[in-house]
């Protein structure tokens, strides 16, 4: 199944348009997408028996396809060839820091650049669906509601800034810097969701294109990792890396620019689209300026 969302209510999203989840139930699921999470069993074969007449479809565009995310997780350097464009060393353990929730935005956006050297990436995001805490690999999946298509934007200079303490996160938490969607995909749509094509391009110029079955450290291995020392919450996302192809390893270096589309599509999922334009100036401009070349 496929849930998105549309007038901040949820949405079963099928070939004859968006099903609005409460009305078309009659009451028996909740209107909230964080609602959804307690039930997403039985949402899942509620949606797979059932048909729905018009009068349930809703028009307007689809919006964010979650609720709160209280925890967004992202992984570094978990795809090998990304690993080699950078000259980096592979990690025996995953790369974690955190893009904070402000930063996150749905599919069509529009979003301002802070300074001139602003990075694209695309991921595949695992949604969680239930409570996860020292979770064993070979359980892992199940505790995965969804995948969804991801962008983790980079500003590049503040992302690198402190040498040895880099601000990773800050880097990657502007407003807008945190695109996902265009929704939802119930993880018992994939024949085999480890293996999945992916792939971004930036106005029209393919940028990247894997496979996730190219990811050094697998969802599982990811949720396994990450439950070892804290609990993963229903609704929580995980950004589990980008393949190579990035701005700041390109020979000349390409960032984007006020005018520049990112598409960026997971095989299974969809097309996930942001739009780039010129924002305000960003007080930390003039020191981060001559950081990164």
Known sequence: ??????????????????????????????????????????????????TFGDEFVVTG?????????????????????HIAEAGAQTPELPMIFTKFPTCLVGPE??????????????????????????VAVDEAWSYVAAL??????????????????PQFSLGKSFPGFGPIGPWLV???????????????????????????????FSVP???AYLSESCSLLPGDLVFTGTPAGVGVFRTPRRYLEPGDV?????????????????????AGREVLANHVQ
């Open 262 to 282: 990112i598409e960026s599509s997971i095989e299974g999922i969809g097309t996930l689209v942001t739009r780039i334009e010129s924002g305000p100036a960003y």
């Open 186 to 216: 119930s993880v018992d749509e994939f024949a085999d969701p480890d293996d999945l094509a992916i792939e971004c391009t930036v106005t029209g110029e393919l940028m990247q294109k894997s496979r996730t079955s190219e990811l050094i």
């Open 148 to 165: 969804t298509v991801g962008q983790d934007l980079t500003e590049r200079p503040l992302q690198l800034k402190g040498g040895r303490a």
């Open 109 to 134: 956006a529009s979003v301002a650049l802070p300074t001139g050297k602003v990075d694209w990436e695309v991921e595949l995001v695992a949604v969680i669906g239930r409570t996860a805490h020292r």
């Open 61 to 81: 565009d689809l919006e964010m396809p979650i609720g709160t995310a209280r925890q967004v997780f992202a992984v570094g350097a978990n795809y090998a060839d």
């Open 221 to 223: 291995e990811l949720i």
């Open 1 to 50: 199944m496929r849930i998105g969302k549309v007038g901040g209510r949820a949405v079963l999203v099928t070939a004859n348009g968006s099903i609005d989840i409460e009305r078309a139930s009659t009451g028996r699921f909740p209107a909230d997408v964080d609602g959804l999470y307690e039930c997403w069993d039985e949402l899942r074969d509620w949606t797979a028996s059932g």
